[in-house]
């Protein structure tokens, strides 16, 4: 009669052995299993972070950041587009990568072949004034480029920090073997290695987050506050917190201050910074490219307006993940309140107000890609890992049961 015939399998069998019994045992252990899923979740935000050292997505949004950067020292079109180049070349881009950002499709070429209407393409940029601050602050030590990708490694370690700590404080050290791999597909290595003001955003989000998780109202406010700065269309969180606030009966006045403070300074910013308003800024975006943004005032059309946000939504769920993972995390959201995990707190609250923050991104801008809505997705897949705290170890008494299977 073979072992299997005799009701025993081969696992069963290789439990029942000493050494094999006291490795599966120590493996299955919480202490060691809660040390593997720290070290693998910090793994993944160094690995990460080394990754994006050595091969960063130069992009064209990175030229026009840097652009931006030095328009105040060189406001002359000619010069000012020469002088990006220079710094764009002395990065030592992959010729690849140099070549797509300069050649790659008709409107990088035309940006490239063309200072003036390069130069016109910055009003979308310099409104994240916080975030070009920062690059010029930096760019005495690193110059531009090297400024920029250093503005995504550090908020990237800041993200793992964070979370890592929640985790730790909260016992549940365990859910980052699943909060990892829920990041990732949430789009953060791609956000990790794009040059871009997104990850900075994230980094001071979740920290807000984290800070009204802890009733800590002015701080978060604060951290609020400076993230219109980074990416004015924040303040649509910034609203998802203060209508949050008033249906779950928060104190009122932290949020609300802190919204209108940050419509204040989103006003001011366009208004200082020439941007071209949201009409225009849309019809670039979500229905036809421009080569040239000055003068641009398209009268409003109904059928571009629709053919944006359709546009906005096919290529959202055909080629992003954020509608599924938020499809996800709202069921799983429904399964730990029925299950009585949702604390009393401030979890329900905080899922709601990240829910209608991700819904509500879209509907004022329909953009598609996961980037833009990483702040809301990524909250709430650390927010779900912090109030589930899943567990992967096995107590004695399931050895037990195993070992006489």
Same mark, same amino acid.
């Given at each position: 009669?073979?072992?299997?015939?005799a009701?025993?399998?081969?696992?069963a069998?290789?439990l029942?052995?000493g050494?094999?019994?006291?490795?599966a045992?120590?493996?299955?252990q919480?202490?060691f299993?809660?040390?593997?899923?720290?070290?693998?979740?910090?793994?993944?935000?160094?690995l990460?972070?080394?990754?994006t050292?050595?091969?960063p997505?130069?992009?064209w949004?990175?030229?026009?950041y840097?652009?931006t950067?030095?328009?105040?020292?060189?406001?002359?079109?000619?010069?000012?587009?020469?002088?990006?180049?220079?710094?764009?070349?002395?990065?030592n881009?992959?010729?690849a990568?140099?070549?797509?950002?300069?050649?790659?499709?008709p409107y990088?070429?035309?940006?490239?072949?063309?200072?003036?209407?390069?130069?016109?393409?910055?009003?979308?940029?310099r409104?994240?004034?916080?975030?070009?601050?920062?690059?010029?602050?930096?760019?005495?030590?690193?110059g531009?480029?090297?400024?920029?990708?250093?503005?995504?490694?550090?908020?990237l370690?800041?993200i %793992?920090?964070?979370?890592?700590?929640? !985790?730790?404080?909260e016992? *549940?050290?365990? +859910? &980052?073997?699943l =909060?990892?791999?829920? $990041?990732?597909?949430?789009?953060?290595?791609h956000?990790?290695?794009a040059?871009?003001?997104?990850?900075l955003?994230a980094a001071?989000?979740?920290l807000?987050i984290?800070m009204l998780?802890?009733?800590?109202?002015?701080?978060?406010?604060v951290?609020?506050?400076?993230?219109?700065?980074?990416?004015p269309d924040?303040?649509?969180?910034?609203?998802?917190l203060?209508i949050?606030?008033?249906l779950? %009966?928060?104190?009122?006045m932290?949020? !609300?201050?802190?919204?209108? *403070?940050?419509? +204040? &300074?989103?006003? =001011?910013?366009?208004? $200082?910074?020439?941007?071209p308003?949201?009409w225009a800024?849309?019809?670039?975006s979500?229905?036809?490219i421009?080569?040239?943004?000055?003068?641009?005032h398209p009268?409003f059309?109904?059928?571009?307006?629709?053919q944006?946000?359709?546009?906005?939504?096919?290529?959202a769920?055909?080629?992003?993940d954020?509608?599924?993972?938020?499809?996800l995390?709202?069921?799983?959201?429904?399964?730990?309140?029925?299950?009585?995990?949702?604390?009393?707190?401030?979890g329900?609250?905080l899922m709601?107000a990240?829910?209608?923050?991700?819904?509500?991104?879209f509907?004022?801008?329909?953009l598609?890609?996961?980037?833009?809505?990483f702040?809301?997705?990524?909250g709430?897949?650390?927010?779900?890992?912090?109030?589930?705290?899943?567990?992967?170890d096995m107590a004695a008494?399931?050895?037990?049961?195993?070992?006489r299977?």
């Amino acid at each position: 009669m073979s072992m299997t015939e005799a009701g025993h399998s081969p696992v069963a069998w290789a439990l029942r052995t000493g050494a094999a019994a006291g490795v599966a045992r120590t493996l299955g252990q919480r202490r060691f299993l809660d040390r593997m899923a720290g070290l693998a979740f910090i793994g993944m935000f160094l690995l990460i972070a080394a990754y994006t050292v050595v091969r960063p997505d130069y992009n064209w949004d990175m030229v026009a950041y840097v652009a931006t950067a030095l328009e105040d020292e060189t406001p002359d079109a000619t010069s000012l587009h020469a002088e990006t180049w220079r710094e764009i070349e002395a990065a030592n881009p992959p010729s690849a990568r140099l070549y797509e950002i300069q050649q790659g499709n008709p409107y990088n070429l035309h940006q490239w072949q063309n200072p003036e209407d390069f130069q016109s393409q910055l009003s979308m940029y310099r409104v994240k004034v916080g975030y070009i601050w920062l690059m010029q602050a930096l760019a005495p030590l690193t110059g531009l480029v090297d400024a920029a990708i250093f503005l995504n490694i550090l908020p990237l370690l800041a993200i %793992g920090a964070v979370a890592f700590l929640w !985790l730790r404080e909260e016992d *549940a050290m365990q +859910a &980052a073997l699943l =909060l990892g791999p829920a $990041l990732l597909v949430a789009d953060l290595f791609h956000m990790a290695t794009a040059i871009t003001p997104d990850m900075l955003l994230a980094a001071v989000s979740l920290l807000a987050i984290y800070m009204l998780a802890r009733g800590r109202d002015l701080a978060a406010g604060v951290l609020l506050f400076a993230s219109v700065f980074i990416r004015p269309d924040n303040v649509v969180f910034v609203f998802a917190l203060l209508i949050t606030g008033v249906l779950f %009966g928060w104190r009122l006045m932290p949020m !609300l201050l802190t919204f209108v *403070a940050s419509m +204040a &300074a989103c006003v =001011l910013i366009q208004k $200082l910074n020439g941007h071209p308003g949201w009409w225009a800024h849309f019809y670039f975006s979500c229905v036809e490219i421009q080569n040239s943004m000055a003068g641009f005032h398209p009268d409003f059309s109904l059928a571009a307006f629709v053919q944006g946000y359709v546009r906005g939504a096919v290529i959202a769920v055909a080629d992003n993940d954020w509608p599924a993972v938020l499809a996800l995390l709202v069921c799983g959201w429904a399964l730990l309140n029925r299950a009585g995990r949702m604390p009393a707190g401030r979890g329900n609250a905080l899922m709601f107000a990240m829910v209608i923050g991700t819904l509500g991104k879209f509907a004022s801008f329909p953009l598609p890609d996961d980037r833009f809505y990483f702040v809301t997705i990524g909250g709430m897949a650390v927010l779900m890992a912090v109030y589930w705290r899943p567990r992967f170890d096995m107590a004695a008494g399931d050895w037990q049961v195993a070992r006489r299977t």
